[in-house]
């Protein structure tokens, strides 16, 4: 299968899906919702879902009054608002100053209180008199700093990391609009579902390859945080496209050296990476840099690496992707310019001229072969001139780390099989349980 991805539109719809989704998440983030949905396969009743969409539901809990230790405690969360100190907060609760400093003294010495932050959530505890008791800043989502105040006005603070319990989740839908709304539609978090995008990223064109009937198929952690009332989405652990008759999947993977990475059943890396020299036998004429220039003659910044080859030596595509530009362009001659995805475009300079086919909005494979090496625009002989361009600027393509394209091997590739059909067999329990 040949696809790839054209990620201008993706993004910008995926933005919008932010919106429309971020706009519900203001409605519906006051409560739990208990999801019941029907699987699309085969409308087996899942009805275990309990999404807790909310991190600000705890606010619900505000001023609620609680039971602890026999007393009642007033709990009071606050979040910390533009321009608030620690110190300003406390002014609300705290009558004694010399309490006051002592706690923040002592909070200080463990959390730089200048690294608080504008929606960082802090709770009170009050006794029936009144008086602060317990105090709890949310540090991240699993991390509390406690404050105890106790009744001889002895202060102890602690930082503690909230327990955890990871559970798997699966989803599957079919696509009938994009993989991104229908996936909301299906109760899939807004959060994994950008993971998918961008794992499939480097094999999907998600405005030309993905069709009425694609069959998406997901799962995932979610992470329960005690204590805490949101959840938190994690890692997706198996995700399937399917188009058609053809499927690509792919399998989270710690790795030997211990990344985590995804790879299809056959051990192979999700990631192609971007040829650094998508040319044969050249020779490497200049390096990125500043140098002088050899025509202008004055000092300036090379932007790319320079092949030197002879007129009409082949230049291959240095990954998947479309061509943007294919035309002269100024002094960089006859020019072909390919997106690979939302980050990554490669740019071909100076080219005597170009291959059979390739013009604008023309999709190729990697290493296909795009043009042929000049010395077109400001060019002195022939080479090539490559550039890798990452978020719109040029980098250094001998410096760069690219993504692997590994391929498992052996005991790793043994590993990754046992590992893989745990993932897959857990999947399709969740999803048909
Ligand atoms: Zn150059």
New binding site residues.
Partial sequence: MTLKFRTFGMFLFLILGYLIFYTNYEKINIDLYEVKFDNLENNNKISKQIIKLSNTSLDKNKNANIKTNNSLYKNIIIEVKKNQTFSSILNEHIESNKLKYEIIDKVNKIFDLRRLKVGQKINFFKNNKNKVEKIILYLDYETNLNVNVNINKSITVDKEILKKSIEKNSKEYVITDSLYLDGIKNLVPSDILIKLIRLFSFDLDFQRDIKKNTIVSVSYDEIYIEGRDNLIFGDINYALIEIGKNSLEYFKFKTDDEYIDYFNREGKNVKKSILKTPIDGARLS?TYGMRKHPILGYNKM?R???FAAPTGTPIYAGGNGVIEFAGRNGSYGNYIRIRHNNEYKTAY??LNGFNKGISKGVRVNQGQVIGFVGSTGRSTGP?L??EIIYQNEQINPLTLKLPSGKILKGKELERFQKEYKIIYASHLNTLYE
């Fill in positions: 200049s090379h790319g690496i320079d300079a100076h080479h001139h490559y």
